[in-house]
T-cell receptor
Framework: SQKIEQNSEALNIQEGKTATLTCNYT??????LQWYRQDPGRGPVFLLL?????KEKRKERLKVTFDTTLKQSLFHITASQPADSATYLC????????????FGIGTKLQVIP | NAGVTQTPKFQVLKTGQSMTLQCAQD?????MSWYRQDPGMGLRLIHY???????DQGEVPNGYNVSRSTTEDFPLRLLSAAPSQTSVYFC?????????????FGPGTRLTVL
């Protein structure tokens, strides 16, 4: 069965540095990959979507890469700030719509002032 | 716009009790869904709806019922609560349910079944 792996341990990073989060997957050939942010006690918030034929996507301080050969996505936050502290979820799907989306467990990011 | 709203925010039930989790959206979205989020597991889809009057099962539908009588509302019913249903429940909506639409989540309901 398809499986998504995100580092379940928290990632601690100094303010101003670039945070890099990893999403690996197996037994899957997703057409789309999404990243969400989730704050404690809140619902996930959509950040970025990248398609299988796109290598990289950027939005302000965020950058996502998608390597279908390595079966991996990297999520980067440049010039990280304490306000970026949250849990980040990746989600994968083929072209079957949201009813086919598989979510990872998320990685907790802590940006230290 | 209020976006996606959920009530209640917290709920404690005893085994065997029933209840309805409410979800509403004011964005005129056709697609709505219910997820549960448990420690160490990703969000899992319970039920979804692609429009008023149309619902279908997701990955973990057992023990839950849904209906969609209006575009705005998508309640989730627990008929006979079990401790295994202790979880955080999220309702979400998107315009058409295609993965290139943005999916909006509600704030969640934290349910404890004793």
């Amino acid at each position: 069965s398809q499986k998504i792996e995100q580092n379940s341990e928290a990632l601690n990073i100094q303010e101003g540095k670039t945070a890099t989060l990893t999403c690996n997957y197996t037994n899957y050939s997703p057409a789309y990959l999404q990243w969400y942010r989730q704050d404690p006690g809140r619902g996930p918030v959509f950040l970025l979507l990248i398609r299988e034929n796109e290598k990289e996507k950027r939005k302000e301080r965020l950058k996502v890469t998608f390597d279908t050969t390595l079966k991996q996505s990297l999520f980067h936050i440049t010039a990280s700030q304490p306000a970026d502290s949250a849990t980040y979820l990746c989600a994968l799907t083929d072209s079957g719509g949201y009813q086919k989306v598989t979510f990872g467990i998320g990685t907790k990011l802590q940006v230290i002032p | 716009n209020a976006g996606v709203t959920q009530t209640p925010k917290f709920q404690v039930l005893k085994t065997g009790q029933s209840m309805t989790l409410q979800c509403a959206q004011d964005m005129n979205h056709e697609y709505m869904s219910w997820y549960r989020q448990d420690p160490g597991m990703g969000l899992r889809l319970i039920h979804y709806s692609v429009g008023a009057g149309i619902t279908d099962q997701g990955e973990v539908p057992n023990g839950y019922n849904v209906s969609r009588s209006t575009t705005e509302d998508f309640p989730l019913r627990l008929l006979s609560a079990a401790p295994s249903q202790t979880s955080v429940y999220f309702c979400a909506s998107s315009r058409d349910g295609v993965e290139t639409d943005t999916q909006y989540f509600g704030p969640g309901t934290r349910l404890t079944v004793l």
